[in-house]
């Protein structure tokens, strides 16, 4: 009884003190600060034709900024198996609603990556302001 006790005492300070770096972690999370250069979150980005062009971004290797014409640019927040770093020439977006060419949150992202893990959801959509103040050199 007394072997029991100790192992249930064992794994309760193991799994508390996994919480409260878990929270502190959360917490650093939370402070943290976007990047200057991104603006507003928008539920939904059409395009006239196609999106112009598309690069990563250095400092969020888990997004991708699409340009809509000379001056719009989006970031796309992904989650999921793609590595857009690793794509040679080309990525695919895919809507789930055939909303034409509209992009919204939930659609994929596919890339031309020759070892390519598998695709990417898009999680959010933000404004991109590349000339925006305190935004990192180039």
């Known amino acids: 009884m007394i072997h029991i006790n100790k192992t249930i005492f064992t794994a309760c300070a193991a799994l508390a003190i996994a919480a409260c770096s878990t929270a502190a972690n959360t917490e650093v999370a939370a402070d943290a600060k976007p990047d200057p250069r991104q603006g507003a979150e928008v539920r939904q980005v059409c395009f006239s034709q196609q999106i112009r062009n598309w690069r990563e971004v250095k400092e969020d290797r888990r ?51 020759r070892y390519n893990d598998g695709d990417c959801v898009i999680s959010k959509i933000y404004e991109w302001h590349k000339d925006a103040p305190g935004a990192p050199a180039k």
């Not at 927040?77 to 060419?101: E, H, M, T």
């Open 63 to 113: 997004a991708v900024i699409v340009e809509k014409g000379l001056k719009e640019e989006y970031k796309l927040s992904l989650i999921g198996a793609c590595q857009p770093q690793d794509a040679f020439l080309n990525i695919g977006l895919v809507s789930r609603v055939g909303s034409g060419s509209c992009l919204s949150t939930g659609d994929r992202l596919v890339t031309d990556a």
